[in-house]
């Protein structure tokens, strides 16, 4: 009897095997070491969670609620999953996927970060010639004041618009700009966008994540279609898209989901993260993915406000000499700080507030032996390449 492989489906082995296998322990190593923790969990869920949201996000919450993790969390997750529509290049029924999960942090220097890691990450396997697009879809109070904008505009159009569309619209508006055709497309270009339409948080939120992309040297590009199509995708939303795949080009999609704890009837909890599938991107990397090799990371904490531009240039350094840096949002408590650091299992610390800047040194803790040192700025990469 001969058995064929289901449709959609392939054989992973040899050459092809090995890359995904390469990407996936850079995956582990580097995210390892920017603090996120492995999860190996069942991805056998609940069917009406199914069909909401992506499986990876919806186990590591399940994991996460039924283990009484703390928070804030860090999560990476590396596995197969399935999807139920038609296979496409790259995109076969049974799929690898690899993620990371944010829960706990509200503020808008991580979605900045999780963006950069994202990059960072990328770059480390060798990818280039992707972009990335990002977008703010604001909150349930803008948008119902926009729908209502935006009800007015098409009211003309909306029997040139696709049936789709006009399902769409009833049900999750924000998914009509989604659409394929062309005459739906024509008509959304002039239409009033959300993004333009935000309430005074989301604005200062949004504002505040192209700032800290700015800081961190993240070139992204605003599509103010991108939307992500899902009701429980709260402000921003995010897309790496790679040249020359054609249409099916994204890569890593993710952003911002704070209601969806909620929805899922936990706590009020924020939540961000991204996905990516790395058999798709494999199409676009080069045939021999390089290797990283173990890096040390640092944890940068900042005692006051005033520190940190000063705190964010030093990352841009220790970034560029390939350390792996992790930093809290200026805003959380130094208590907060330092018991991330700790949990994050970093090599060091870089501690600065007053008092290093009144004697310009860096307080340096390295994590494995708990030895303390004081260091000036001119020999902290010497200092750090040493160990
Ligand atoms: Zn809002
Ligand atoms: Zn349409």
């Not at 139920?84 to 808008?108: A, D, H, N, V």
């Not at 030093?314 to 330092?338: G, Y």
């Not at 290093?356 to 000036?376: R, W």
């Amino acid at each position: 009897m001969i058995y064929q492989k289901p449709k959609g489906t392939r054989d992973l082995f040899g050459f092809e095997l090995e890359r995904l296998e390469t990407v996936n322990s850079i995956a582990r190593r580097f995210f390892k070491k920017s603090g996120y923790q492995e999860l190996k969990i069942p991805w056998v869920i609940d069917k009406r969670v199914y069909v909401l949201i992506p499986e990876g996000t919806a186990s590591v919450w399940r994991a996460f609620i039924e283990n009484k993790l703390s928070l804030p969390a860090r999560f990476l997750y590396i596995g197969s999953m399935f999807r139920k529509e038609r296979p496409q290049k790259g995109r076969y029924r049974e799929f690898e996927q690899i993620g990371i999960e944010l829960l706990g942090e509200s503020q808008p220097f991580y979605d900045a970060e999780i963006i950069e890691q994202a990059k960072r990450f990328l770059e480390i396997i060798g990818a280039y010639d992707f972009f990335i697009e990002i977008n703010s879809i604001g909150c349930p109070k803008c948008r119902s004041a926009y729908k209502n904008i935006l009800k007015s505009y098409l009211k003309p159009h909306m029997n040139t618009i696709c049936t789709d569309c006009q399902r769409r619209f009833g049900k999750n508006f924000l998914r009509i700009f989604d659409c394929k055709e062309e005459t739906c497309q024509k008509i959304y270009d002039r239409a009033p966008m959300i993004t333009d339409h935000l309430c005074l948080e989301c604005r200062e939120h949004y504002a505040h994540v192209k700032k800290y992309l700015g800081i961190f040297k993240v070139d992204s590009k605003e599509n103010k279609k991108l939307v992500r199509g899902l009701d429980y995708y709260t402000r921003t939303v995010f897309e790496f898209k790679q040249k020359g795949l054609g249409a099916q080009d994204t890569i890593i999609a993710g952003g911002r989901y704070d209601l969806l704890m909620k929805e899922l009837g936990g706590s009020d909890i924020p939540c961000l993260g991204w996905a990516m599938g790395p058999e798709r991107m494999l199409l676009a990397l080069p045939q021999d993915v390089p290797q990283l090799e173990d890096r040390t990371s640092i944890y940068i904490a900042v005692i006051g406000e005033r520190y940190v531009e000063t705190m964010l240039k030093v990352r841009d350094t220790l970034v560029k000499n390939d350390f792996i840096c992790v930093m809290a949002a200026p805003e959380d408590s130094i208590k907060d700080q330092l018991r991330q650091a700790n949990r994050l299992k970093v090599d060091y610390v870089i501690l600065y507030g007053e008092d290093e800047a009144e004697k310009g040194m860096y307080a340096i803790k390295d994590m494995k032996t708990g030895e303390q040192h004081s260091i000036v700025p001119d020999q902290l990469l010497q200092f750090l390449k040493k160990s």
